[in-house]
């Protein structure tokens, strides 16, 4: 299995909503990632997990909340967002070194706030 | 400070002719290279790496990059485009040593026109 998958794929959420974003990979890959992606934007590193433990947080507002309950899975927890927000999130695996792998990435949540 | 250049943001070509997407980079320390593409409303796919070794590396789809080390160069190369390889292409630099990097070019939208 070499995918990444995402659910759900699409969201709308109004600003006093809490819901979560979820991303799942079978491939025995130690980092997995978090972007944002603006349209015709490149992707925005929000978070990285390396043995589910948060080692980059590339200063995300805190009405986003990452999740890495074992190795295969990651969750982004949102509650309060802004239409700013609205984006089409990307959730990412690699191997255990988060530096010269190729990364392998799920095809996105595509969120929109109200 | 590192970063990557995607100097083209579109690049219109007729079908069957050929296309090169360029990318240069800086960065004072060793680097690997990514190219991905990404096809609407989809998440990025590798589409081929240089770790080390031969500076010309190939994709399975037809499309080939050669690292130029001397002018800081990867770019993209298809001799004969077809109308499915219309999309966005990123080109991605990680950084070999100190703290984790893993930049993303700004995009380039190829468009294969009939």
């Known amino acids: 299995d070499t995918e990444v998958t995402q659910t759900p794929k699409h969201l709308v959420m109004g600003m006093t909503n809490k819901k979560s974003l979820k991303c799942e990979q079978h491939m025995g890959h130690r980092a997995m990632y978090w972007y944002k992606q603006k349209a015709k934007k490149p992707p925005e590193l929000m978070f990285v997990y390396s043995y589910e433990k948060l080692s980059i947080n590339e200063s995300v507002p805190s009405r986003f909340s990452p999740e890495c309950p074992n190795s295969s899975l990651l969750n982004l927890h949102l509650h309060a967002l802004q239409p700013e927000d609205s984006a089409l999130y990307l959730c990412?695996?690699?191997?255990?070194?988060?530096?010269?792998?190729?990364?392998?990435f799920g095809p996105g949540t595509r969120l929109t706030v109200l | 400070a590192q970063s990557v250049t995607q100097l083209d943001s579109q690049v219109p070509v007729f079908e069957e002719a050929p296309v090169e997407l360029r990318c240069n980079y800086s960065?004072?320390?060793?680097?690997?290279l990514f190219w991905y593409v990404q096809y609407p409303n989809q998440g990025l796919q590798l589409l081929l790496k240089y770790l080390s070794g031969s500076t010309l590396v190939e994709s399975i789809n037809g499309f080939e990059a050669e690292f130029n080390k001397s002018q800081t160069s990867f770019h993209l190369r298809k001799p004969s485009v077809h109308i499915s390889d219309t999309a966005e292409y990123f080109c991605a630099v990680s950084i070999t040593s100190g703290t984790y990097k893993y930049i993303f070019g700004t995009g380039t939208r190829l468009k294969v026109l009939a």
């Open positions: 960065s004072s320390v060793s680097v690997y």
């Open positions: 990412a695996s690699s191997q255990r070194s988060l530096v010269n792998n190729e990364q392998f």
